[in-house]
């Protein structure tokens, strides 16, 4: 089992920047892609962002240049650096992490995290 822990949410002002953290617990070894999904009120849940194990970095086409999505293997945790803030960012945003045992593909989710955007 794997255990997420989003923190980093909060209000912030059209232009501003939060970061966004996902500390994992548990059985990591086997952890392979981390994600950020984010979902708005009557609207589906959206990837944000991934990154593989390897460094590999997908976006969604709206916050590719102002989110940077990171981690730190030694610390199981994972990133994302979100720039130049828009009200349309605003959503509960969830850490997602897939984990290859045996063959088999298991996906864990964080609890979210709210972000806010002001105009």
């Known amino acids: 089992q794997v255990q997420l822990v989003e923190s980093g949410g909060g209000l912030v002002q059209a232009g501003g920047s939060l970061r966004l953290s996902c500390a994992a617990s548990?059985?990591?070894?086997?952890?392979?892609?981390m994600g950020w999904y984010r979902q708005a009120p009557g609207k589906q849940r959206e990837l944000v962002a991934a990154?593989?194990?390897?460094?590999?970095?997908n976006y969604v086409d709206s916050v590719k240049g102002r989110f940077t999505i990171s981690r730190d293997n030694a610390k199981n945790t994972a990133y994302l650096q979100m720039n130049s803030l828009k009200p349309e960012d605003t959503a509960v945003y969830y850490c997602?992490?897939?984990?290859?045992?045996?063959?088999?593909?298991?996906?864990?989710w964080g609890q979210g995290t709210q972000v806010t955007v002001n105009s």
């Open positions: 997602k992490a897939d984990r290859r045992v045996l063959g088999d593909w298991y996906e864990y």
């Open positions: 548990g059985s990591t070894v086997s952890i392979n892609t």
């Open positions: 990154i593989s194990s390897s460094g590999n970095t």
